[in-house]
């Protein structure tokens, strides 16, 4: 049956991709094959929650580090931020600092993300989003901040005009 354009969300997920399980961000999203810039990696549906209902339950587990931010207008017509739950891959991109190579895009009135190459990735590299600046762990990805000695080592080095 063919459906009319304007009635459904089109799904789309590129094939040349593949879940490792053991990297040292835990599971991660990899390019099984050379990906062009600007290709679609996936469409995903989202579930918002109440704020209330993520405080008061979500938090509360495992879950609450899979959700994003999202914007919703309250029954005053507030402008607020709850949380959504990403079905489909959206939920296992890992965070990268410095390499990201996936962009997202929200349709916050048809509850759907859009994720896609923000330029080539070539084979066997991981797919990283950004998760902004408040990360709630340990970024595998950010070099150990110097070691007192050795930063002392380095101001000595540093000679003043
Ligand atoms: C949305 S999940 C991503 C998928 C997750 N790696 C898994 O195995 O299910 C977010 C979690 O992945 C891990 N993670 C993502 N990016 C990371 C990074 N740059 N450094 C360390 N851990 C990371 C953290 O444990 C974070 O809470």
């Excluded at 009319?4 to 094959?33: E, M, N, W, Y």
Aim: with cysteine; glycine share 6%.
């Amino acid at each position: 049956m063919d459906l009319p354009a304007a009635s459904h969300i089109p799904l789309q997920r590129c094939p040349d991709l593949g879940i490792i399980s053991d990297t040292p961000k835990g599971r991660g999203v990899f390019a099984t094959r050379d990906i062009p810039a600007k290709t679609v990696i996936d469409v995903c549906p989202v579930l918002v929650l109440g704020i209330e209902e993520n405080k008061k339950h979500l938090e509360h587990t495992s879950l609450y580090h899979y959700t994003y931010n999202w914007p919703i207008i309250d029954q005053d017509g507030k402008k607020k931020v709850a949380q959504a739950v990403i079905f489909g891959l959206g939920s296992m991109f890992n965070h990268s600092t410095q390499e990201q190579n996936v962009v997202w895009e929200r349709d916050a009135d048809r509850l759907f993300i859009t994720y896609r190459a923000s330029r080539d990735i070539c084979a066997g590299e991981e797919l990283c989003i950004s998760y902004g600046d408040h990360l709630t762990f340990k970024d595998v990805d950010c070099p150990a901040p110097p070691r007192p000695d050795e930063e002392m080592a380095q101001l000595n080095q540093i000679q003043l005009d």
